[in-house]
């Protein structure tokens, strides 16, 4: 799986959208960009993936740059509930990979009242 | 209605004990995982058991057994339990390989 690098930490303001980069520049064809995040004293849960297209569900939106090597998670308005370490994974999609998940320090997202 | 399921929720034992954590999906997924996150907080992959393939991390002692009774369940038996061996324990299933995977809300266990 390729390596991805996530800022160690970020505040946003309750009801603005939080944007969280990632960036994966050894990124292979093959792979896909997942983000999930861990509130505290939770399991890892599941926000969103994506290839190559922007993606939109209930939770977040995905934004992956034309080249590939970089992505952004977008919380369109946080809520404190929001304020959980999000991790961004780089590997393959459906059908592939039998090993786990391979996390990284992520990112601390502190929403701010 | 949770979806994967743990117990015990919390574990202190003996160092030296053997022990087993549960793990239940109704899901109806064909993928299940085990993870420990330590002091540091760090998230690593363990096992993962797919249509009775179990491919397992190289750095997992062999201390460390899953037993999958059925589908839908993935057990976890730790031997001779160590005082390394105290972190938190997520279970996680996942539809297939490489499909999103769903956790666990963990078992914290404690070696004394």
């Known amino acids: 799986d390729a390596k991805t690098t996530q800022p160690t930490s970020m505040d946003c303001a309750e009801g603005r959208a939080a944007n969280l980069p990632c960036n994966h520049s050894?990124?292979?064809?093959?792979?896909?960009v997942y983000w999930y995040r861990q509130i505290h004293s939770q399991g890892p849960q599941y926000i969103i993936h994506g290839l190559k297209n922007n993606e939109t569900n209930e939770m977040a939106s995905l934004i992956i740059t034309e080249d590939r090597k970089s992505s952004t998670l977008i919380l369109p308005h946080a809520t404190l509930r929001d304020t959980a370490v999000y991790y961004c994974i780089v590997r393959v999609g459906a059908g592939g990979g039998a090993d786990g998940l391979t996390f990284g320090k992520g990112t601390h997202l502190i929403i701010q009242p | 209605d949770t979806a994967v399921s743990q117990t015990p929720k919390y574990l202190v034992t003996q160092m030296g004990n053997d022990k087993s954590i549960k793990c239940e999906q109704n899901?109806?997924?064909?993928?299940m995982y085990w993870y420990k996150q330590d002091s540091k907080k760090f998230l690593k992959i363990m096992f993962s058991?797919?249509?009775?393939?179990?491919?397992i991390n190289e750095t997992v002692p062999n201390r460390f057994s899953p037993k999958s009774p059925d589908k839908a369940h993935l057990n976890l038996h730790i031997n001779s339990l160590e005082l390394g061996d105290s972190a938190v324990y997520f279970c996680a299933s996942s539809q297939g390989l490489g499909q999103p995977q769903h956790f666990g809300d963990g078992t914290r266990l404690s070696i004394l």
């Open positions: 058991y797919n249509n009775k393939e179990l491919i």
């Open positions: 899901l109806g997924h064909d993928t």
């Open positions: 050894t990124i292979s064809g093959n792979e896909y």
